[in-house]
């Protein structure tokens, strides 16, 4: 397995206010586009053979930077996509607070279907998969792969990968702009680095 590089997008206006998931047109804020940049330098010098990109404008927008930095090519994935939150996409979050299937959702993470959109299960089975491509490709673990996405199918994957139950994804954060690290070791994957934000500080 190569050491996972995985990089949350920007922050964008509707942060923290509305679901946005698959909508078209959510691009970085000025302060989303001042993290990416960051995020460049701060991975300007690491060794990473590979960039791949959620196709979300969000998600581009934040990879650009690494990628002219780097000299690399970005290679859209579909597997680093955003949720389908489906029927919630584009509600506010205050607006959900009264729905039950909300509410079982944050409590049970791994099972609850969105109305017309995703489990958490399906999205953490697709994350492994991609992530399970890559090991096969790079035998290398000391050659880095970025993968640019979003905050709950980073969470799902990193849950996946050290054993933790979907359902307790969100006894951690993965912030916009934040940096998470996976790699091998002799004991299985290691969780190297988990929600770093130095290069914004």
Known sequence: MPRLLLVRHGSHDL?????????????????????????????ASMRIAELYSSPRERAIETAEPICRRLRLAMQMEPALDEMDFGD???????????EPVWRRFNRDRALTRIPGGETMAEVAARMARFMDGLTATYADPE????????GDPIRAAIAHAIGLPLDFMLRFD??????????????GVVLERLNDLSHCA
């Open 143 to 150: 050659t880095a792969v970025a993968l640019v996405g979003h």
């Open 88 to 98: 919630w996409t584009g509600r506010t979050l205050d607006s959900l607070n009264s």
């Open 15 to 43: 942060l923290g206010r509305e679901l946005v998931g698959r909508r078209p047109g959510v691009h970085l804020s000025d302060k989303g586009r001042a993290e990416a940049e960051a995020l460049a330098q701060r991975l």
């Open 174 to 187: 993965i912030a916009p702009a934040s940096l998470s690290i996976l790699r091998t070791s002799e004991h």
